[in-house]
T-cell receptor
Framework: GAGVSQSPSNKVTEKGKDVELRCDPI?????LYWYRQSLGQGLEFLIY????????KSGLPSDRFSAERTGGSVSTLTIQRTQQEDSAVYLC?????????????FGPGTRLTVL | DQQVKQNSPSLSVQEGRISILNCDYT??????FLWYKKYPAEGPTFLIS?????DKNEDGRFTVFLNKSAKHLSLHIVPSQPGDSAVYFC???????????FGEGTQLTVNP
């Protein structure tokens, strides 16, 4: 079946502009996660949606970052007034609520470059 | 505060030999551990996991060992193949399905 998809695959923007990144999780997966990977770093947790519960936003680095998940499916990560330090690969993942192994399935990522 | 650490940024092994990738963690609340493999320009793919109630889990050529008292886990790949060359990430969570905390990754190169 279809995996997690993300769009765009690459985004180049100018400092100060807003960007929106999209994630389509695997159908039927109730949990959705956003992570980012800066150059030479591991993956850093940003935000987590689980069903209809309030999202865990504890990983968002600043109030310029926000995310929403509409209809329990598609999610959009918005970065306002982008800064050069926002340049990274943004990865989305989804998982079943009661996955036997608990693994998260990742999309290919969106590479964001802020000039 | 790096709660999950992979101290070796790179590892090189010969085809057919064993690859051992190591990971240490500091948070005693972690009870679920996973290994992911990542190729360039792709998202990480799940390899194998282990719950804190176990000390070993095997899946084909991949075995994960967990030493809770030492807060250490390792991934063994036997025999190693050139297609295993990738970045390997160790990850941990407090419950299955919750947010993952990742290590920095280890670049494994398997030479033919």
């Amino acid at each position: 079946g279809a995996g997690v998809s993300q769009s765009p695959s690459n985004k180049v923007t100018e400092k100060g502009k807003d960007v929106e990144l999209r994630c389509d999780p695997i159908s039927g997966h109730t949990a959705l996660y956003w992570y980012r990977q800066s150059l030479g770093q591991g993956l850093e947790f940003l935000i987590y949606f689980q069903g209809n519960s309030a999202p865990d936003k504890s990983g968002l680095p600043s109030d310029r970052f926000s995310a929403e998940r509409t209809g329990g499916s598609v999610s959009t990560l918005t970065i306002q007034r982008t800064q050069q330090e926002d340049s990274a690969v943004y990865l989305c993942a989804s998982s079943k609520t009661s996955g036997r192994r608990g693994e998260q399935f990742f999309g290919p990522g969106t590479r964001l470059t802020v000039l | 505060d790096q709660q999950v650490k992979q101290n070796s940024p790179s590892l090189s092994v010969q085809e057919g030999r064993i690859s051992i990738l190591n990971c240490d963690y500091t948070n005693s609340m972690f009870d679920y551990f996973l290994w992911y493999k990542k190729y360039p320009a792709e998202g990480p793919t799940f390899l194998i996991s282990i719950s804190s109630i176990k000390d070993k889990n095997e899946d084909g050529r991949f075995t994960v060992f967990l030493n809770k008292s030492a807060k250490h886990l390792s991934l063994h790949i036997v025999p190693s193949q050139p297609g295993d060359s990738a970045v390997y990430f160790c990850a941990a969570s407090r419950t299955s399905g919750s947010r993952l905390t990742f290590g920095e990754g280890t670049q494994l190169t398997v030479n033919p």
